[in-house]
RNA sequence: CGGGGCGUAGCGCAGCCUGGUAGCGCGCCUGCCUUGGGCGCAGGAGGCCCCCGGUUCAAAUCCGGGCGCCCCGACCA
């Protein structure tokens, strides 16, 4: 590392950024333009999250699958919209083995087709339904403007699919899963976000709904953490998946798709990150506890160290995730701004002093020096640190949600919206129509972001056309 | 896809205008010293100066062409 500093996020928050997952070591770019080298640090907060979600999944009937990376092309043109929406971004494959193919091949942007497709094979009868699938992969979608984690050409995800025999069989696992995402945002990841329905213009090409989980980064834009879809017939009838009623009659079924990205590791950074660097959520960091141990003498050295390796052990047993950073030419100073730059959110330092008194300093990573120090007794300590780390989980959580409170506003009007949209959000009555949603955006640069399921206050008329709206709508500027 | 910036040691950069021995900081290696908030000293290793062509006795430097990456704007998980 050559700079030892960040940018500060007031000077330049999108630097800020860039290097932040580039010194944390998250990620790097790859030598394909857009592409990106997830290191082992961000891989591992990946393993944590898909370990979250995965076990929500399960715990709702979902079952993990795999599908060909390669689709027909022939595929994606079957469903109208889903071809307008993918066309312009889809990597093609015209050769095999030195051969032109008869027919190209696309790398998915996403499965709904090729599991379509299959599953008109697979669904005959009412008994087979519901399907309820999900798999781990990556995805390619040929992006113009690409940013580490936030959108790359090829990205990590999950993507759920499930049929269903009927419309509200289907809307439920929606809904249901949408909640799932929110709760794992919510409790796991200390992300406040708000679930709401998307616009026409903003929903996923193919669906006849699409929700969302919005999130407020720290520079008070938008970011869609999350995406749920109610596909209709839309799929089931340009790939005929079909099953046979309890009456004979024959029916397409109701899909559904969802998905979470590594976008989301870009939602921890730019919600909880702040100038010192990284700040993970304690139930998803890699490392949660690190152990920096401080000695002059070589005598210090190996009384230090029996007791950092003894403490060590204990927190593992324990079941927290702890490293004890042994290495050698590093002064703690030099340690202790490292970890927090990484986001480590409990440091435990070990030195003489404490030896002599079987305590040990902990200090929390989201407050800044002293203040954030406490000494404990060692023999305390896996249970001190378990208790630390549960507030520093909550804190992020209300300092997050604090933060969106104190920047989003009610607004009356375009310039007020505008005015609003310049760090944060933006409530605003909206009559639902797409002229007026295209008019907020040509003014103000922020988009429809959700209509949030939890309405709150009143709406009154229309912010763009002043008719009487139904409903209160989110408007950012976006990632 | 438009606008801007940048390609020189692992990283960050200077040198280029005005052609002539390739440099600085950090990192890395060795040794000593240090470790409670980004220690210090000494020695050392490390280069297709993005690529191709041109001008010239001579090109990192001037000229032409290409490629790549980043940033900013319109589309997107």
Redesign the pocket.
């Known amino acids: 590392?050559?700079?030892?500093?960040?940018p500060t996020r007031a000077e330049d928050f999108?630097?800020w950024y860039?290097q932040l997952v580039l010194k944390a070591q998250l990620a790097d770019?790859a030598?394909?333009?857009?592409c990106m080298v997830v290191r082992p640090y961000g891989w591992a907060l990946w393993e944590n999250i898909t370990a979250a979600l995965d076990r929500r999944f399960k715990a709702t009937g979902h079952q993990n699958v795999a599908f060909p990376m390669l689709i027909p092309r022939s595929f994606i043109d079957k469903e109208k919209h889903h071809v307008e929406?993918f066309s312009?971004?889809l990597a093609v494959v015209t050769i095999g083995g030195g051969e032109e193919l008869a027919e190209p091949l696309v790398i998915r942007p996403t499965s709904e087709t090729i599991i379509g497709h299959m599953w008109s094979k697979w669904i005959q009868s009412y008994r087979d339904l519901p399907v309820l699938m999900n798999q781990w992969n990556s995805v390619v979608?040929w992006?113009?403007?690409?940013?580490?984690?936030?959108?790359?050409?090829e990205?990590y995800?999950q993507e759920g699919h499930t049929a269903h025999a009927t419309r509200e069989e289907a809307e439920f696992e929606t809904r249901q899963m949408l909640d799932i995402y929110t709760d794992f945002a919510v409790s796991d990841a200390a992300i406040p976000v708000i679930p709401g329905k998307k616009s026409d213009?903003?929903?996923?090409?193919g669906a006849d709904t699409?929700f969302?989980i919005e999130a407020m980064m720290g520079d008070g834009k938008a970011l869609?953490?999350?995406?749920s879809h109610f596909l209709g017939q839309n799929f089931a009838q340009a790939f005929e998946v079909r099953y046979l009623d309890q009456n004979g009659q024959l029916q397409h079924c109701w899909t559904t798709s969802w998905?979470?990205?590594?976008?989301f590791i870009g939602a921890i950074i730019m919600v909880h990150g702040d100038d010192?660097?990284l700040i993970m959520p304690p139930k998803l960091a890699p490392i949660q506890v690190v152990i920096v141990p401080?000695?002059?003498t070589d005598e210090e050295?190996s009384s230090v160290l029996d007791a950092a390796r003894k403490l060590n052990a204990e927190l593992v047993k324990a079941g927290i995730r702890v490293k004890l950073d042994e290495r050698?030419?590093?002064?703690?100073?030099?340690k202790?701004?490292?970890w927090?730059?990484r986001g480590v959110p409990v440091?435990v330092?070990?030195?003489?002093?404490?030896?002599a008194k079987q305590a040990?300093?902990l200090?929390r990573r989201d407050k800044?020096?002293?203040e954030?120090?406490v000494s404990a007794p060692l023999a305390d300590l896996p249970v001190t640190t378990e208790k630390l780390l549960a507030e520093v989980q909550q804190a992020l959580h209300d300092k997050a949600l604090n933060f969106r409170k104190s920047n989003t506003h009610d607004t009356k009007n375009i310039e007020e919206l505008k005015r609003a949209v310049e760090n944060g959000f933006a409530l605003a009555s909206w009559c639902g129509s797409a002229d007026c949603e295209a008019k907020i955006?040509e003014e103000t640069?922020a988009t429809m972001r959700c209509i949030p399921l939890e309405q709150e206050g009143q709406a009154g008329e229309c912010i763009a056309c002043g008719k009487p709206a139904p409903e209160r709508a989110v408007f950012a500027r976006?990632?």
Request: zero cysteines; aromatic letters at 10%; a positive charge.
């Open positions: 590392m050559a700079e030892e500093k960040l999108s630097e860039n770019y030598p394909v333009r857009g929406g312009p971004e979608r992006e113009l403007r690409t940013k580490l984690f936030l959108r790359t050409l990205f995800w213009a903003e929903k996923f090409a699409t969302s869609q953490a999350g995406t998905g979470l990205s590594t976008r010192q660097g401080i000695y002059k050295k050698e030419g590093q002064s703690a100073g030099w202790f701004n490292d927090e730059m440091r330092e070990l030195g003489p002093k404490d030896v040990a300093v200090a800044p020096g002293r954030g120090k955006k640069r976006a990632y």
